[in-house]
C-alpha cells in the first residue's frame, strides 16, 4: 500500500480553499498539535513580572497622538471605511 503525502504547496493551496471559519479551525488545530511538543521554559524576566504589566508598559511607550487625533465616533465605521479605501 503507497501512502500519499503532499508536499507544503499543495496543502496551502488547498488551505487557501477554505471558507474563513474552516481555515480559523485549522490555524487553530495545527498550534494546538504543535503546542504540544513545546517546552516553554519562563525567563527570569518573565518569572519576576506578570504579562499584563509588561503590555502595559509597551503600550504606554506607542505613540498614540495619531489615534486621538482622529475624530471618529464609531471606530467600527472607522475600520469599514478603511477597508473600502
Known amino acids: 500500500?503507497?501512502?500519499?503525502?503532499?508536499?507544503?504547496?499543495?496543502?496551502?493551496?488547498q488551505a487557501l480553499k477554505l471558507t474563513?471559519?474552516?481555515?480559523?479551525?485549522?490555524?487553530?488545530r495545527i498550534v494546538n498539535a504543535m503546542s504540544r511538543?513545546?517546552?516553554?521554559?519562563?525567563?527570569?524576566?518573565?518569572?519576576?513580572?506578570h504579562w499584563g504589566q509588561a503590555l502595559n508598559q509597551l503600550l504606554d511607550t506607542l505613540d498614540t497622538s495619531d489615534w486621538e487625533a482622529l475624530e471618529m465616533d464609531d471606530p467600527v465605521e472607522w475600520v469599514r471605511q478603511q477597508i473600502l479605501r
Open 20 to 28: 474563513p471559519e474552516d481555515q480559523a479551525q485549522l490555524v487553530t
Open 1 to 13: 500500500m503507497s501512502t500519499y503525502a503532499p508536499n507544503l504547496e499543495e496543502v496551502v493551496s
Open 37 to 49: 511538543g513545546l517546552t516553554v521554559t519562563p525567563t527570569h524576566e518573565s518569572v519576576s513580572e
